[in-house]
């Protein structure tokens, strides 16, 4: 599919924007259609899926790095995590060297349903990307990274592994 890319600064006028802005929200719409209904079988809700996904690949996070990390609030990790720990998909541990915390982590429970929820983006990013190709997404990347609040560019790439 061809598309009319955005010549020199043009991108930076506000139709152009509107327009990205727009491409961003259709592309979440998409992303998290087929786990919202995956989520909604099970009475979850997309809440839920950041859980498992981060505690998923960060095994052994605490509760005060998870806030951290999801920007939400005790309140709303406590509801959630309450949950999933109570249907048997997450476990929480108690601190080795400070007892106080709580170290979370995925069942065999917790580790298929994120799997089976992560497949289905996994399959419609790799088309994506394979589509795009790879410079496309390495400024996808930098586009993505560059939204990101920038005192929180450098949390966010040691939790992507870059």
């Known amino acids: 599919m061809q598309h009319k890319l955005p010549q020199s600064n043009l991108y930076l006028r506000e139709e152009e924007l509107r327009r990205g802005i727009e491409l961003l929200y259709f592309a979440y719409r998409d ?68 007892r106080r915390q709580r170290l979370l982590h995925l069942t065999d429970k917790g580790e298929l349903f994120e799997k089976e929820l992560f497949a289905t983006q996994r399959s419609r990013v790799a088309e994506a990307y394979k589509k795009a190709g790879p410079e496309a997404v390495s400024g996808f990347w930098e586009v993505l990274l560059n939204i990101v609040d920038e005192d929180e560019q450098g949390h966010v790439l040691n939790q992507i592994g870059k």
């Open 31 to 98: 992303f998290t259609r087929d786990p919202d209904e995956i989520l909604a079988t099970s009475n979850f809700g997309r809440a839920h899926h950041r859980v498992l996904y981060f505690v998923g690949r960060n095994p052994g996070t605490t509760v005060s790095g998870l806030l951290k990390l999801l920007r939400i609030t005790k309140q709303s990790l406590s509801r959630v995590l309450g949950q999933l720990v109570d249907e048997g998909y997450i476990v929480q541990k108690t601190g080795e060297q400070d």
